[in-house]
């Protein structure tokens, strides 16, 4: 009797041990190889029928991109039949996201932003040169600093033509630091003056918008007509809170000098002669910064995430080497600053491409059917060859490292880099379209990059 129950545990324990062999062997499937020796013709196919469901599966996205690029092929050898067919489809298209017309007569008045330097006559020359309208483009200067043969020199501009104003940042007492913080006490100047100003056009003068220019940037021809052009977006797209005259990637190797007449969105405030709007700075003005105002707007919980547009080429001009920042930064990157130099007749444009449900597919797909290269190939591809093409970048150093190879600015604020949409650095590098990229599976940026 005992001899059997050993018999039946023994048993029992077999059958449990196989039980369990049998049920977790899928877990514990180990690598095999494709053709074992022995196995017949079913089992392959078997094999084979399961390995297709299992790429079937990983595949949506590549199927997903190769259709983009068919699409794309398709169009460029469609008849003219069908061409006609795709431009009725894409005329339909900008009429859902069409623009509103710019209001009969806006006033967009400039503020410009002084302190301690004569050199704003520069400034002030060129807009009065360019400016098309006094109505349209009244000039406000702010002037900061309490310096007199500044101010002397506002005067004389103020004296001759009723439609340029001045006013002075009253508060002069001297910011209290602690010591090693003195040293950024200019930039807690500059967001105080910002500030006062800013109230100043907005809630004294109660303008709707302003274009803010510093008194170290020269203007290009068709600066007005830029912001006259692109108002429209400013007032219809509620993605958008600025335009900006300014291409932190601006250097002439990384833009396309043929297309003066291209702009962009960009994640990244550019700063240096921008369009604000008086319902945006109503939300800025409570939390204003005590210093770095402008790196303060490049934090998206700032800006509730919403974009700017930028031009290809830019249209100011930073002349200021003497400033708060000092110069290196001038020599080594704003010197080399391209200023646009053609009149683009931006108001007769349409600029519809930039409303964020256009833009953002154009942009997936432009960027889904880049070929793809390393920044290297790029800079050492012989024929400055057609097409556009995708130099990904996985983490803040590859994308350091393949910004630096093309020319293009490396650092980041808030994990942003300059001119980044959707992490996307776009330039124009030896004769073609290229797209700094993250995966395509991207969602936000990262602010521990820096
Ligand atoms: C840099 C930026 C500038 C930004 C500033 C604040 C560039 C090229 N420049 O200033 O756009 O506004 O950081 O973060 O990226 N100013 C005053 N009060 C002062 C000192 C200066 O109002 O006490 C005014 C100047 O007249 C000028 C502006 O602030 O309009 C910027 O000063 P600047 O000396 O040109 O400094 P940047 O280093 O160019
Ligand atoms: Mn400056």
């Avoid at 303008?207 to 020269?218: A, F, G, Q, R």
């Avoid at 996307?424 to 700094?436: D, K, N, P, Q, W």
Wanted: proline share 6%.
């Amino acid at each position: 009797m005992r001899l059997n129950l050993k018999k039946v545990f023994a048993a029992l324990a077999f059958v449990v041990f196989f039980w369990l062999i049998i049920t977790y062997s899928p877990v514990m499937e180990v690598p095999r190889p494709m053709f074992r020796k022995g196995s017949n013709i079913g089992d392959i196919e078997k094999r084979i029928l399961k390995l297709e469901k299992e790429i079937g599966t990983q595949s949506s996205e590549i199927t997903r991109l190769l259709d983009t690029v068919k699409e794309i092929q398709k169009r460029k050898s469609t008849t003219k039949d069908e061409m006609y067919e795709i431009q009725v489809l894409e005329r339909l298209k900008n009429e859902q996201g069409r623009l509103l017309p710019p209001p009969s007569n806006p006033v967009l008045p400039v503020l410009v932003i002084a302190c301690d330097r004569v050199t704003v006559k520069r400034c002030l020359d060129n807009l009065i040169k360019f400016r098309p309208s006094k109505e349209t483009f009244p000039i406000v200067v702010s002037q900061d600093c309490n310096h007199n043969a500044t101010y002397q020199v506002i005067k004389q501009f103020t004296d001759a033509d009723p439609s340029i104003t001045v006013v002075r940042q009253p508060d002069q007492s001297e910011v209290v630091l602690p010591r090693q913080k003195i040293k950024f006490r200019g930039y807690y100047k500059i967001a105080r003056h910002y500030r006062f100003a800013l109230n100043h056009v907005f809630t004294t003068l109660k303008h709707e918008s302003v274009i803010i220019v510093e008194d170290d940037l020269d203007i290009s021809p068709d600066f007005f007509e830029y912001f006259l052009g692109t108002y429209p977006l400013l007032l219809n797209d509620p993605s958008i809170w600025c335009i900006s005259a300014w291409n932190d990637n601006g250097k002439r190797d990384v833009i396309d000098l043929a297309h003066p007449e291209l702009l962009h969105r960009t994640d990244f405030f550019p700063g240096l002669g921008w369009l604000l709007r008086r319902e945006s700075w109503l939300e800025l003005e409570p939390n204003w910064p005590p210093a770095f105002f402008d790196d303060w707007l490049r934090n998206p919980e700032n800006t509730r995430g919403r974009a700017c547009i930028r031009p290809e080429v830019s249209r100011t001009y930073s002349f200021g080497k003497v400033g708060v920042s000092k110069g290196l930064f001038f020599d080594l990157h704003l010197r080399h600053m391209q200023l646009n130099t053609q009149f683009v007749e931006f108001t007769k444009l349409n600029l519809t491409y930039l409303l964020k449900e256009n833009y953002d597919e154009a942009l997936t797909q432009a960027v889904a059917a880049a070929q793809k290269m390393s920044a290297d190939e790029v800079m050492t591809s012989r024929a400055p060859a057609a097409g556009a093409v995708r130099v990904p970048y996985m983490d803040a150093r590859s994308f350091q490292k393949a910004a630096k190879k093309l020319g293009l600015m490396d650092d980041f604020r808030s994990g942003i880099p300059r001119t980044a949409y959707f992490g996307i650095v776009t330039c124009f590098v030896r004769g073609r379209r290229v797209y700094l990229a993250p995966n395509f599976n991207w969602s936000q940026y990262d602010p521990s990059w820096q």
